[in-house]
């Protein structure tokens, strides 16, 4: 007998949907065109990753300008959050209504909050999250503690906390999916962009895959790529799987479409056909357009004379400038500790000779500053001659250029005072969202509150990709609420006993 439901990836979206739906009893098949991420060398090797990108896809897509690039998107059983940096942060409630920001207004999510707060708790039990909801003012209210107390900070962290509350700014703990002991056991890095093969991080494939395949009608099938989906009238009648070469249709009642922000787009817009010229689920036209990612800029504050003794580094945050400070009071972001970077990810990142880049690294403390990139139907995802176009319009900078601003001003008062900065390159798509966002008007958004999609009644989009803004926060938790939700719509409604 052929499979209840076809989930499409094994990432946050897909895993999480597939931990949510297993008790159910039906038959699910997850196809993830990755395989398993095995432990190697590399895997600890900041060299192999940052200089040599031991485990970037060996895929090209281009940019608007038909450059050719190789993107930072991962393609392993777990997707991209085995090497994220496991920041589970929940959005704000005020991100989930019309806001106005320096670049425009965003347009307010179809569920508030409220809506979703159940499924933020599940979602930190099931990702173990480590924080402390104090300290925080622009933390929303929960209806659960966090399962696990936070990761402490390191010496040389702990004394940034200090430095920026004594600048009255209110710094809180980040909320992580990480046991550190674990973690470290295997070797003395951070987590963030490296992968983790012990199961120490909380990424989708040790947390919610394992738990879904802990049922037996959940099964895996790994380097399974997906290259399009087959469609007839309102119902998706199979999918086109690549796997060792060859070519099969997979067919079941209920399809569901996870492969990220990126590759979801891309696979509704090549299985157009006669009847679906435009893609699949594109009357609105909305498939691959509303491409946000985050503006985020990286700093290396300097001080010559003073010694960075971390390991991991990133533990803190802070979100006063996160609903206001822009120059008519406007939103400008949230400010979170990058990973540590040491000499050899510096010289990978910054281009410079390896002495010099681990003798700034020794001497200086890393930041991220993080905007929001708000919705513009110009900035889209599209599918040619079989590749991937990214064509990524970053709006709301002025509002990320002020933040950037601030934050260097309260690193220098803070004891660091040379800031170096750089804004993450488009070539990493690391927080990629919005491409089939989530919508009431099947006339402007592509899935419905639900995750249906509007054209289609048997096709679920559970990933990055439904997301109508992207906020200014890391989006993994959100996606895993938002995967947990629908699996509760999906048992209920789609799948009739
Ligand atoms: C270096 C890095 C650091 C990050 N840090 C954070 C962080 O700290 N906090 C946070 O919240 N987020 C972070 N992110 C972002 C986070 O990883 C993503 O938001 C999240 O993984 C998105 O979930 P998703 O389900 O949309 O896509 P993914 O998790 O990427 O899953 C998509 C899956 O689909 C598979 N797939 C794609 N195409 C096909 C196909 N045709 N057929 C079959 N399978 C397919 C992929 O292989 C992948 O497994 C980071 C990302 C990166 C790269």
Known sequence: MGPDILIIGSGMGGATLAAGLAPSGRRIVILERGERLED??????????FQRGHFRPKEMWLDAEGRAFNPGNYAFVGGNTKFY????????????????????????????????????SRAETLYRVR?????????????????????????????????????????????????????????????DAFPDTTGAKSDAENCALAEALRHPN????????????????????????ERAGRREVMRAPVVCLCAGAVMSAALLLASASAEHPEGLANRSDQVGRNFMNHNLTGMVAWNPFRRNRTVYEKT??????????????EPLGNVQMLGRITGPILAGEAGLPLWLAR??????????????????????????????VLDWRRTNVAAHDLLVAKLKRAMRRAGWPIVLSKGFPKSKPSHQCGTARMGADPATSVVDPGLKA???DNLYIVDASVLPTSAAVNPSLTVAALALRAAERIGREALPA
């Open 359 to 388: 003798h700034v690294a020794e001497h200086s403390i890393h930041i991220m500053a993080m905007s929001e990139d708000l919705p513009d139907p110009a900035s889209r995802v599209m599918w040619k001659d079989g590749q991937v």
């Open 454 to 456: 509007h054209d289609l």
């Open 131 to 191: 924080g402390d909801a104090a300290g925080d003012p622009t933390e929303p209210w929960r209806s659960a503690p966090y399962p696990f107390a936070p990761v402490p900070d390191e010496p040389d962290v702990a004394a940034l906390r200090r430095a920026f509350g004594a600048q009255g700014l209110h710094v809180s703990s980040l909320p992580l999916g990480v046991d550190l002991q674990a973690w470290l056991a295997r070797g003395a890095t951070t987590w």
């Open 316 to 329: 803190i945050q802070f979100n006063d400038w996160y609903l206001t400070g822009g120059l008519g009071g």
């Open 40 to 49: 190697c060398a590399e895997a600890r090797d900041p060299a192999a990753i």
């Open 218 to 241: 959940v099964s895996l099938v790994t380097g399974a790529r997906v290259v399009r989906l087959l469609a007839e009238g309102r119902r998706v009648t199979g999918v086109e799987v």
């Open 85 to 120: 940096g496991a920041v589970l942060l929940r959005y704000r409630e005020a991100d989930f209504a019309p806001l106005r920001h320096m670049g425009g207004v965003t347009p307010g999510w179809p569920i508030g909050y409220a809506e979703l707060e159940p499924f933020y």
